[in-house]
């Protein structure tokens, strides 16, 4: 996604006048610096609260991390730091902290997002005083083909309903480097260069999106069920039970159930990570 890209989908995220928060996300946006940081400026100038999410592989020390932050200083309303516990080592600390040393420096809103492993709740404490915000592992993705088998799971007939997104009436969507408008990591409701946002977004329509709507009325399992889907006796939560089955869909819906990297398929995509209007 290109600088006038991300100034065009921010133009119409204004125009809707609901977008109140832009978050820049990933992947990594640090790796398409000079995007993220013209996304930021222009979103700042709009109006908009800024937002970005980061694992800080760039704060090798303070004086490299004052040189990524300086740049975003009065732009940034919330600089998330992911501190993912399944790829821990003692690098990522340091990182967090340079990071979260240049942002109190440089008067950024800092904290630190921890997915947490259930089995290594001790290491929490070995962020010492950084701001942390826990989250449940949500086990789609990835998550779902390489943490799942570990997870402790629950019968498939009780994850009837979504838990973690407002399918109906959604308060955010997020954006993907090819232009895809996305309820729900993976389930796509349009596409910027058919469409414009606000057509987009007044078009959705849940109840007869064939996606959506088995997932309003019964969560993963109707959606299984509406479309004869084979299943296992046990999932490990919603999104998981959810992602298996969008999964085995995809040949049937394969505008709505995209793109291939949200569902392991990995190929080239054209850079810049996703962020969401909120």
């Known amino acids: 996604m290109t600088v006038e890209r991300v100034r065009q989908v921010l133009e119409q ?3 809707l006048g609901s977008v109140e928060w832009v978050y820049f996300e990933g992947g990594e946006p640090f790796q398409y610096y000079a995007v993220l940081l013209s996304g930021a400026r222009a979103a700042a100038r709009m109006g908009f609260k800024v937002g970005v999410v980061s694992n800080a592989y760039w704060a090798t020390d303070v004086a490299d991390a004052m040189e990524y932050l300086g740049p975003l200083a009065g732009l940034v309303d919330d600089f998330t730091v992911s501190a ?18 240049a942002s109190e420096q440089l008067g950024i809103p800092f904290r630190v997002s921890c997915v947490m492993d259930p089995d290594c709740l001790e290491r929490a404490g070995e ?35 979504c838990g973690n997104e407002d399918l109906r009436e959604p308060s955010r969507v997020h954006v993907d480097p ?19 946002l606000r057509e987009i977004c007044d078009s959705y329509d849940p109840d007869s999106n064939p996606v ?17 889907l084979n299943h296992e006796s046990t999932y490990a939560d919603n999104c998981h039970a959810c992602y298996e089955a969008r999964a085995a869909l995809r040949g049937m819906f394969p505008e709505i159930l995209t793109p291939d990297q949200m569902y392991g398929v990995c190929k080239e995509l054209d850079p810049l990570e996703g962020f969401s209007p909120h």
């Open 84 to 101: 993912d516990w399944y790829h821990w080592d003692p690098e990522l600390r340091r990182h967090i902290e340079h990071a979260f040393a």
């Open 13 to 15: 995220a204004k125009e």
């Open 127 to 161: 962020l010492g005083r950084l701001p942390i915000e826990e989250a449940p592992v949500m086990y789609r993705g990835r998550a779902a083909v390489k943490l799942a088998p570990g997870a402790k799971n629950r019968p498939w007939s009780t994850l009837s309903c």
């Open 178 to 196: 090819v232009g895809n408008v996305h309820v729900c990591q993976g389930i796509s409701i349009g596409r910027l260069d058919q469409e414009t």
């Open 212 to 228: 959506v709507s088995p997932l309003l009325e019964g969560g993963p399992v109707e959606l299984a069920l509406r479309y004869g």
